[in-house]
């Protein structure tokens, strides 16, 4: 079994700064993309950014320019550092990873979620 544990989340005012980590720990084999989704109430749970293992990103257009993506493969932990954040980013975020559990066994995991609210 594979654990992904978030943290960072909290009250933020809007343009401030806000950072998340998550870590996954367990039987790992090796991770491949790793990603952060947000879910706003009464919607759709969203990718917010995604970085594949040798560290391609892919950025929503919503976050573009002000959310930064990173990843410590030495660690097993993903980043996400949120700049001149917005009301609208109040979500609760969730980590995403494919983890590979052997060779050729790749499964999705997600971590519990953390809130990330904006205050105007």
């Known amino acids: 079994q594979v654990q992904l544990v978030e943290s960072g989340g909290g009250l933020v005012q809007a343009g401030g700064s806000l950072s998340l980590s998550c870590a996954a720990s367990?039987?790992?084999?090796?991770?491949?993309?790793m990603g952060w989704y947000r879910q706003a109430p009464g919607k759709q749970r969203e990718l917010v950014a995604r970085i594949s293992r040798g560290g391609r990103m892919y950025y929503a257009d919503s976050v573009k320019g002000r959310f930064t993506i990173s990843r410590d493969n030495a660690k097993n932990t993903v980043y996400l550092q949120m700049n001149s954040v917005k009301p609208l980013d109040t979500a609760v975020y969730y980590c995403?990873?494919?983890?590979?559990?052997?060779?050729?066994?790749?499964?999705?995991?997600w971590g519990q979620g953390t809130q990330v609210t904006v205050s105007s």
């Open positions: 367990g039987s790992i084999f090796g991770l491949n993309a």
């Open positions: 995403n990873a494919l983890v590979l559990e052997g060779p050729q066994t790749e499964t999705d995991y």
